[in-house]
């Protein structure tokens, strides 16, 4: 648990006044969701976009903190993983570390980014906690790019190539699937790589209404015996996620993306899942950390609660 102590909000001493301040600093007996922040913004930097997501995780968790939180749910805070200057790689491979023991406990991770580039280092750790020996991993990510981008070096625009690439050493299929493309934010090499990689993708204009997208969600996790959730910030209307790497033009709907995270959340196949892309200099009035916080808050309310709580 993080030597970091949360503060919030005090209505009272009693359960019925618990939120997520007080369920951090609680020590929980029992499997939860385990916070980690990935303070990066080194792979933004090298995809030539805005900096200033490695100020991500504690935004998110300064949001999170006055939330109400029922005492069934047990949440706990790993810490963070401190990406200085260009030191990248270093990191994902220090955040695969972490991942993996949160997994080895019990506890589903739920990563708390930092630049988009968190997802390869998400996934290093699931594919290091042995969960993924014989299964069948599918990747869902909501977000206006397909990041599948061909670089010499890791970037916010590779991570998901670089998944794909593990994923055939390993000998398994690449199963991804994209909701909220943006036509205009992805190049035609891009949709073609895409389609070479045999990834299912929704366009940000067919992600309106919550039907469709909730239908291609449950057509993707049923193909699939793992769930990687990734949330990119980018994929919400930039009215309502000003601060993030790269605004959207048009955005899927927060209340399509919060539906989204509750049905994931409610599938026992998700083992892990990451938000990122928050970047607190170019937020106003808190608006991105504000959903990525309610975004995280369903997430974790959403999970089956386990039998005794």
Known sequence: MSTKKWTGREDGSGPEHRRWHHAVNEFSSGAGVSLIGFASDAGVRRNGGRPGARGGPDAIRQALASFALQPEF???????????????????????????????????????????????????????????????????????????????????????????????????????????????????????????????????????????????????????????????????PAAQAPGVSAPATLGVPAAVVLEVCRLVASDPKLALADITELNPVYDVDHRTARIAARLAHTLVTSRPVPEGH
């Open 74 to 236: 047990v949440v706990s805070d790993a810490g963070d993983v401190v990406v200085e200057g260009d030191e990248l790689e270093a990191g994902q491979e220090n955040l695969g570390e972490l991942v993996a023991k949160q997994l080895s406990d019990g506890n589903l991770p739920l990563v708390l980014g930092g630049g988009h580039e968190t997802a390869y280092g998400s996934y290093l750790g699931l594919a290091r906690s042995g969960l993924l020996d014989g299964r069948r991993l599918g990747i869902l990510n909501l977000d206006a790019h397909f990041d599948l981008r061909t670089a010499d070096r890791a970037s916010s625009g590779t991570p998901f190539r670089q998944i794909a690439a593990r994923e055939a050493e390993r000998g398994a299929e690449f199963s991804y699937a994209v909701a909220g493309i943006s036509e205009p934010g992805n190049t035609a090499a891009l949709f073609e790589t895409a389609a070479g990689l045999n990834a299912r993708h929704l366009l940000d204009v067919d992600c309106q209404e919550r039907r469709p997208v909730l239908d291609f969600v449950r057509a993707f996790a049923a193909d699939v015996d793992a769930l990687y959730l990734s949330i990119d910030l980018d994929v919400l």
